[in-house]
Structures are given as structure tokens and as C-alpha cells.
């Protein structure tokens, strides 16, 4: 059975290079593929380890993929080495890459709403975001991505997002007090830290570690993963288990070529992603204790908040202010109704 390639084969040193080679990745890819021809999938996430939930993800998927297949497909996955998360979209939709996955409340800012369920304290648990995520809601906000040449095919997860930084432990809303934080690029956090009395700013993943170690901001908030992965935990001293938002995870693909495909192949990548996607959400469930353990031996001082409600009330400024007519007040009590098993 084929192995994803290893990424090294591809030394891609710029976003000039990338794009002068992309008529190549189109030509293997050939959306006309014949029966028996290779189809290559040129992939990217932002983790640079092995272990990182979005290569464990992608090796899943490249593994069922090829089994229902018959080793049809012919997989690279790029660990870190094609820029942050907004750049991979961008590669997606102009085919220097064929997949990728990223945050939510990023690939919200090309089109759809699925930015929806990046707002904060929409999840109480896993099981509410699954279910929501995996019901008709999760498939309506999606569909205008496919706008912008881009087609989700699963949800996956990078789990719920805390607050770390190099001032003093967090346990209320008052703690984060003008506190200068860097957010994802998007709207939703910028406005949801602003509600929350903090400074945000928003700064790309990629350049994230550098920014903390030069002082040009104080905090940052991410899942344990993520923290783990790019070792937050050498430039920052406090975790605040503030679990703000639970992030789930696009994985998309370029729009045209999917529908190039013909319908087996389709369906052997829509599959592939949706089984993989339950694989990729335990590994990063099972893996959350052990992250943890890991950043306090690492010298990360983790405390719990003192009262959900208190951050969750200060956040519904927001709601009112913005995401109640950004989203529609429908949409986001139909979230909550299905998230409750009500729907």
C-alpha cells in the first residue's frame, strides 16, 4: 500500500517557486485521470512534527484513501514548509496545492459561515460541536466557500483554545485587562478579545513565536497542540484553561478540480476525509492530558478560571454588538438548539 511521500522531496523555498511550479502539481494531478492512472495530492497544514493532530489527520486520510482505492492515489503532505494557514488557502484555490486544513475562523474569511463556530463559548463539550459540525448546519455554512474554488469536505479539530501569557495567571475577565494578545486572522477573535477588555491583534501562526520572543506582544491563545507543536511554552509562563472557543478544523480541497474528478473518485475522497476526521478528533482527545502534563513539565504554570459564566456573560457583548447580525440570530440559535440535542 502507498505511504504518504515525505514533503522533503518537494524543497519549495519560496512563494515565487510555488508558483512557477504549479502547471506542474495541475499536470500530475490531471482531473481527467483514467481509470488506472496515479492521481497525486499535494497537501500542507501548518504542523511541523510528525506527531501534530493535522499530519496525524492527513496520514490517515492518505492510508484509507489508497485502501478503498486499490492505491490509486499517490500522497505528499507538507509539514510546515508553505506558510501559515492563509497561504495554504490561497494555494488551494490556485492549485499549487490540492488540500489543506485549516482554523475555521480563518477559512471563514473566503466565503460561507462557518466562521459561525469559531464564536466563543458556542460548544459547553466535544459532543455538542460534533453535533453540530456533522448535522445539515455544517454543510449549509460551508457551501459558499465553493465561491471561492474551495469545497470542504470533513470537520475536523484542533480542540478547545486557552489562553497563555508572560504577564499573570487569567481566573477572570479583569485579568486580561487590556493584555496585549495575538489572535488569528479573523474578525470573530479580534471582537471577541476587544468584548473580553484585552488588547487582540492579529498576527499569522507562522509568525507567532518570533512575536512573543521579541516582546511585540504578551499572550496568545491556541489548543494544547498547537502550543506543544510550535513551543510557545519556551516564550510563555501561564496557561489559563479559559477553553473560550472550541475550534474545529476545515479540511478543504480546490473546488475545480474535485469536480473534475469523476463521481468514484469523489467519493473515495469525500469518505477517506470524513473517516479520517473521526481518527484525527480522538487523537487530539486522547492526547490533551498528555499535552498538558508536558507543558508544566516544561516550567508552564496551568491554572483553572474561577467562573466560566464570568467570561461567558462578558463575551455575549459581542453577540449583541456584532455576531447576532454578522451571522443572523436564527442561525446561531439554531446552533445552540442542536448543540443541546433540541434540534
Do not use: C
Amino acid at each position: 500500500m502507498k505511504q504518504p511521500t515525505s514533503a522533503t522531496r518537494f524543497p519549495f523555498a519560496s512563494r515565487t517557486l510555488s508558483l512557477a511550479i504549479a502547471g506542474v502539481f495541475v499536470l500530475g494531478v490531471s482531473a481527467t485521470a483514467q481509470a488506472n492512472d496515479t492521481i497525486r495530492l499535494n497537501i500542507a497544514h501548518i504542523g511541523t512534527d510528525d506527531d501534530h493532530h493535522f499530519h496525524h489527520g492527513f496520514e490517515q486520510f492518505a492510508r484509507i484513501l489508497n485502501e478503498k482505492s486499490g492505491d490509486r492515489f499517490d500522497v505528499v503532505i507538507h509539514k510546515g514548509t508553505m506558510g501559515g494557514q492563509r497561504e495554504n488557502i490561497e494555494q488551494v484555490q490556485e492549485g499549487i496545492l490540492d488540500m489543506t486544513s485549516s482554523s475555521l475562523s480563518v477559512l471563514g474569511n473566503f466565503g460561507g459561515s462557518v466562521g459561525v463556530f469559531d464564536l466563543p463559548y458556542m460548544f459547553a463539550d466535544r459532543e455538542q460541536a460534533y453535533r453540530v459540525l456533522d448535522s445539515e448546519i455544517g454543510q449549509e455554512v460551508a457551501e459558499g466557500l465553493q465561491d471561492s474554488n474551495l469545497r470542504l469536505v470533513s470537520y475536523w479539530e484542533n480542540g478547545f483554545r486557552n489562553v497563555t501569557n508572560s504577564r499573570a495567571p487569567i481566573y477572570t475577565p479583569e485579568d486580561l485587562e487590556d493584555l496585549r494578545i495575538r489572535v488569528p486572522e479573523s474578525t470573530e477573535y479580534v471582537r471577541t478579545f476587544e468584548a473580553l477588555g484585552a488588547n487582540p491583534t492579529t498576527i499569522s501562526f507562522s509568525e507567532l513565536f518570533t512575536a512573543l520572543q521579541q516582546g511585540v506582544i504578551d499572550a496568545q491563545e491556541n489548543p494544547y497542540g498547537n502550543i506543544w507543536d510550535a513551543n510557545l511554552y519556551e516564550v510563555q509562563d501561564y496557561l489559563s484553561v479559559t477553553q473560550h472557543v472550541y475550534a474545529g478544523n476545515g479540511v478543504v480541497i480546490n473546488n475545480e478540480r474535485f469536480e473534475a474528478y469523476d463521481e468514484e473518485v469523489q467519493q473515495w475522497i469525500l469518505e477517506a476525509a470524513a473517516e479520517a476526521g473521526i481518527l484525527q478528533r480522538q487523537y487530539v482527545a486522547d492526547l490533551e492530558a498528555e499535552l498538558r502534563a508536558n507543558l508544566e513539565e516544561q516550567g508552564m504554570q496551568i491554572n483553572e478560571i474561577e467562573d466560566p459564566n464570568d467570561f461567558i456573560e462578558a463575551a455575549e457583548s459581542a453577540y449583541e454588538s456584532y455576531f447576532y447580525d454578522d451571522y443572523g440570530r436564527d442561525l446561531i440559535d439554531r446552533i445552540r438548539e442542536v448543540a443541546r440535542g433540541e434540534g
